[in-house]
């Protein structure tokens, strides 16, 4: 992602609240389930909201759980 133009943006509107969401967009690519990964990106984020003074919400949708909750099958007492 573009630490960079994120800063500059920040910078420019001053928020109070940052929302990431979804968490995917700013990944770059990389599998936000890799947690070496996930951590380096947690740790930016981190010292944003301590030197901005300001909140950061993350979202994250797990597109595996979401697809077994809608999943219609026998075990979720559909029929076909």
Request: proline share 2%; hydrophobic share 50%.
């Amino acid at each position: 992602f573009h630490a960079d133009a994120l800063a500059a943006e920040l910078d420019r509107i001053n928020p109070d609240v940052l929302i990431i969401d979804p968490l995917i967009n700013i990944m770059g690519g990389v599998d936000v389930n890799d947690n070496a990964s996930a951590a380096l990106l947690m740790r930016f984020l981190v010292d944003l909201a301590t030197t901005r003074h300001m909140a950061v919400a993350l979202a994250h949708q797990d597109s595996r759980r979401i697809r077994r909750f809608f999943l219609c099958d026998n075990r979720h007492g559909c029929t076909s």
